[in-house]
């Protein structure tokens, strides 16, 4: 069958990467892509929340299976778009429909699920611009440090994490009175702080049927040792070692179940990923967060480590009958450290060119801010590319990713040379 993929990033480029080694794919276009889906599949260049281009393109290349990576056209409705159209309803979407798609389009929404379904997680309040005074006076009550999100989308940078009361107070005020995350922070949820080591769980589900996938663990701010600003992502490993089965099951009994379930009594239309974003506080684990798509850099560990066939995959969580599919993991460990432009999370300059792929050995390279220009493989974004690495232990792996990366050039390159530091 024809296969799109939705997305431009690291995360869309291991989807087409994993997509095209399976027999079931004829023809694979991403859209709008970058220079390393360039190599494996056909780039159609179109927004992803451009829902009429997208229609035309499924149509006129007759596509069967539309997998959507990242979050924005989903909580923009994609999926109900599709069932509501008569020539596109019988076409398989992967993500979720838009009412649950609410679980990452509002940390408040997300909250109440998981209070109404008794997931356990941080207390928290909700306020906005008319509520700014109660929200100085909760923080008040609360120990630092202090956790602040924006309740919509920010691109993963609407979270702060402040250890001074005032700082938080004036912080709030920006967020909700002069909108510095512009209308995602027109909510903002206080939480109180959870200290504890962080991981992701990642789970595939039909609506009715799930299977749990492996776990990993990224590595978020700019700075070694996890200091500096938040990003995207600068690194991820899986499996996360301080996982074990014991951890396991009560991730899978008190949050992965209730989960499903809670999505099932919600009427939450449910057929895709959902990302667990974890704490381990103690032995046990507190839910921080919901994505309904797969994490980046997460995917770059996960979806390598998945020995299954995923058009297979997809066809069952589209006929409900994931329940009928064995799930093989590699039990290697695989790492993957991300290769930033100079600057980002702040100002970057695009259009460098990147140097030395053709020199590396044993690591897989997924292209996330890149493009080409000229026949050259240039950034195009501030994350770049992403290096992903097998070994016996993380410690191997990690090892022959930062041995690649030497390989690797482009103008003012940075990464961190610590991913798997805390473990």
């Known amino acids: 069958m024809n296969i799109l993929i939705l997305g431009s990033g690291g995360r869309e480029h291991t989807i087409a990467w994993k997509i095209a080694q399976s027999a079931k794919c004829k023809h694979l276009f991403v859209a709008p892509g970058n220079s390393g889906t360039s190599e494996i599949a056909t780039n159609v260049p179109l927004s992803v929340t451009d829902f009429g281009a997208i229609k035309d393109v499924v149509l006129k290349n007759d596509i069967k299976m539309v997998i959507v990576g990242p979050e924005d056209?989903?909580?923009?409705?994609?999926?109900?778009?599709?069932?509501?159209?008569?020539?596109?309803?019988?076409?398989?979407?992967?993500?979720?429909?838009?009412?649950?798609?609410?679980?990452?389009?509002?940390?408040?929404?997300?909250?109440?699920?998981?209070f109404r379904h008794n997931?356990?997680?941080?207390?928290?309040?909700?306020?906005?611009?008319?509520?700014?005074?109660?929200?100085?006076?909760?923080?008040?009550?609360?120990?630092?440090?202090?956790?602040?999100?924006?309740?919509?989308l920010a691109a993963g940078?609407?979270?702060?994490?402040?250890?001074?009361?005032?700082?938080?107070?004036?912080?709030?005020?920006?967020?909700?009175?002069?909108?510095?995350?512009?209308t995602a922070?027109?909510?903002?949820?206080?939480?109180?702080?959870?200290d504890g080591i962080e991981l992701s769980c990642f789970v595939l589900t039909?609506?009715?049927?799930?299977?749990?996938?492996?776990?990993?663990?990224?590595?978020?701010?700019?700075?070694?040792?996890?200091?500096?600003?938040?990003?995207?992502?600068?690194?991820?490993?899986?499996?996360?070692?301080?996982?074990?089965?014991?951890?396991?099951?009560?991730?899978?009994?008190?949050?992965?179940i209730p989960t499903i379930n809670g999505l099932q009594k919600d009427n939450l239309p449910y057929k895709g990923f959902v990302f667990i974003g974890?704490?381990?506080?103690?032995?046990?684990?507190?839910?921080?967060?919901?994505?309904?798509?797969?994490?980046?850099?997460?995917?770059?560990?996960?979806?390598?480590?998945?020995?299954?066939?995923?058009?297979?995959?997809?066809?069952?969580?589209?006929?409900?009958?994931?329940?009928?599919?064995?799930?093989?993991?590699d039990d290697r460990a695989?790492?993957?450290?991300?290769?930033?432009?100079?600057?980002?999370?702040?100002?970057?300059?695009?259009?460098?060119?990147?140097?030395?792929?053709?020199n590396i050995e044993g690591s897989l390279v997924f292209h996330a801010g890149a493009n080409l220009k000229e026949g050259k493989v240039v950034t195009s974004g501030g994350r770049v590319m992403a290096v992903t690495s097998f070994g016996k232990t993380y410690q191997e792996a990690i090892k022959k990713s930062y041995q690649n990366i030497d390989k690797l050039h482009f103008d003012k390159m940075n990464y961190r040379k610590d991913i798997g530091f805390d473990l």
């Open 119 to 152: 997931i356990p997680t941080a207390a928290y309040q909700s306020f906005d611009a008319t509520t700014v005074e109660a929200g100085c006076d909760f923080l008040e009550t609360l120990k630092p440090p202090y956790v602040l999100k924006a309740d919509g």
């Open 334 to 358: 695989a790492t993957t450290v991300m290769l930033v432009s100079g600057g980002y999370p702040e100002a970057y300059e695009k259009g460098k060119e990147i140097t030395g792929l053709e």
């Open 73 to 114: 056209p989903l909580v923009l409705g994609v999926h109900d778009f599709f069932l509501a159209d008569a020539q596109l309803k019988n076409v398989a979407v992967i993500g979720p429909q838009k009412a649950a798609a609410e679980l990452e389009g509002s940390k408040e929404f997300a909250k109440k699920f998981l």
């Open 278 to 329: 974890l704490i381990k506080v103690g032995n046990d684990p507190f839910v921080i967060e919901y994505n309904v798509r797969l994490g980046d850099p997460e995917t770059e560990v996960v979806l390598p480590r998945l020995k299954n066939d995923l058009v297979e995959v997809f066809q069952a969580v589209a006929s409900q009958t994931l329940n009928d599919i064995t799930i093989d993991i």
């Open 206 to 256: 039909d609506g009715k049927n799930y299977k749990i996938l492996p776990t990993a663990k990224d590595y978020k701010r700019i700075g070694e040792g996890d200091t500096g600003l938040n990003t995207g992502g600068m690194g991820a490993i899986s499996p996360v070692p301080f996982a074990d089965n014991e951890f396991m099951s009560k991730i899978k009994e008190r949050v992965v």
């Open 185 to 194: 922070s027109t909510k903002v949820v206080i939480e109180e702080f959870l």
């Open 157 to 182: 940078k609407g979270v702060l994490i402040l250890k001074d009361l005032e700082e938080a107070k004036t912080e709030l005020k920006a967020m909700l009175v002069d909108a510095k995350f512009g």
